[in-house]
């Protein structure tokens, strides 16, 4: 394998290596939303055995969001110094002992601290993977961001599936989180040496920045539109099993579909996001998807039947699956702010809708019905289109190239060695 020493440039990366690179990069996404939808898919089991209500379990699933948020001053500066394939080394196997740990707990609190300590690692694993797909979007001089995120959302459809094929067999969830494990550890290994390499050259001025700092304005404009899509995610990934068992009364071999639907329709629309962007432009594009999320959530109120909310959950999948590549790719894309840190405050801000989302829906399910909170999420998806027509930060950004304006720096944009 060949080994750069030096900065290059990517017209000099030959093409079977850049493709090795991209499907490892790809492979490590697939591995993080496996881990994550082998969790989804048991949270109906899981609450069933801890004999939680709808309003406890909204509780404890704050801790998960909460704990990525404590990660997040942190991930970027720790992604920026050491470099991102050395900390998906490390939080990648932490996530899956994490994800171990979900399966052993017995107690309401010790699923919420469980969920804290897997928030922690997943945030870090989430900001180090983010960079190296930033990083090889860049070796392609062209989007291919949206595809790294379809893998992941292909993974939490393979995740679905399996976990409903262990809910069938009844396989205990301990069980069936160890055998994820495994798969992910073997993947992990194969792949690693091929991950690009290096750590941002500038590091250390970003090191010597205060710790807390007032935002760049774009990167907050493009965290606002993360936070409302993250709500509505956060919404289907901890929820839908149970709206589908408690409103839609689905059969207990179906309770898993409308997950299934949403994260089908999610991995699908990020492998088309790439194009569309090319043929429609983000700004056009974003502002249909949050067309498409409230529709969905407001068609599975209005209409709590199998069919229909199937079906409205495949149209909220559609909506979601490009606004987090999209925000990521052009926050990746800033001049002034390396990749790790840029990604780090984008989902600062983006993932207050993911602790605020789960929570909400269940405090108002238990005030007013499960339907009701619903529809409150469903609000986030025309805030989505009204933000889109008012920031300039993505047409600021698709004017931009797509490599960078000097030579290749890892995790700027990286020499890397194989």
């Not at 050395?86 to 919420?112: D, H, K, M």
């Not at 043929?279 to 974003?286: A, F, N, P, S, T």
Request: proline content about 5%; hydrophobic content about 50%; some cysteine.
């Amino acid at each position: 394998m060949s080994v750069y020493t030096e900065p290059v440039s990517e017209h000099a990366i030959p093409l079977s290596e850049k493709s090795r690179i991209r499907i490892a990069v790809a492979l490590i996404y697939f591995c993080t939303g496996l881990s994550f939808a082998s969790w989804a898919s048991r949270i109906p089991d899981i609450k069933t055995a801890l004999h939680l209500t709808d309003g406890m379990l909204g509780s404890i699933l704050f801790a998960l969001p909460a704990g990525q948020f404590t990660m997040m001053p942190f991930s970027g500066r720790l992604v920026t110094r050491f470099g991102s394939h050395r900390i998906l080394l490390f939080s990648l196997p932490l996530y899956t002992l994490c994800l171990n740990n979900l399966g052993w707990v017995t107690e309401g609190w010790q699923l919420a601290v469980a969920l804290y300590i897997f928030g922690l690692a997943g945030n870090m694993n989430n900001i180090a993977i983010n960079t190296q797909g930033i990083a090889a979007e860049h070796l392609y001089e062209r989007p291919i961001m949206a595809s790294f995120h379809g893998m992941w959302s292909l993974a939490g459809f393979t995740g679905a599936l399996i976990g409903l094929i262990m809910i069938n067999l009844k396989v205990p969830y301990n069980i069936h989180f160890i055998i994820i494990i495994l798969i992910v550890w073997i993947i992990m290994g194969i792949n690693y040496p091929y991950l690009i390499r290096g750590k941002a050259s500038g590091a250390r001025d970003v090191h010597r920045k205060r710790f807390f700092s007032k935002p760049d304005g774009m990167l907050l404009q493009l965290g606002i539109i993360g936070f409302c899509s993250m709500a509505s995610e956060g919404a289907m990934f901890d929820w839908s099993g149970i709206y589908f068992k408690d409103v839609v009364k689905a059969p207990a071999s179906l309770v898993i579909l409308g997950y299934t639907s949403f994260m089908i329709m999610m991995a699908s629309g990020r492998f088309m996001a790439d194009h569309l962007i090319a043929k429609i432009g983000r700004q056009k594009l974003l502002q249909i998807s949050g067309i498409m999320i409230s529709t969905g959530l407001f068609i599975s109120v209005l209409f709590p039947y199998l069919i229909t909310c199937t079906l409205a959950f495949m149209l909220v999948g559609l909506g979601v699956s490009s606004i987090v590549p999209t925000v990521y790719s052009t926050a990746g894309k800033h001049t002034k702010v390396p990749p790790g840190i840029a990604l780090a405050t984008v989902s600062s801000v983006s993932f207050l809708g993911f602790l605020m989302g789960p929570p909400l829906i269940g405090y108002i399910s238990e005030l007013a019905g499960l339907r009701y909170s619903f529809a409150v999420i469903g609000i986030f998806g025309m805030g989505i289109t009204l933000l889109v027509s008012r920031i300039r930060a993505f047409q600021v950004a698709s004017l931009q190239p797509a490599k960078p304006q000097s030579k290749l720096e890892m995790d700027e944009v990286p020499p890397f060695e194989m």
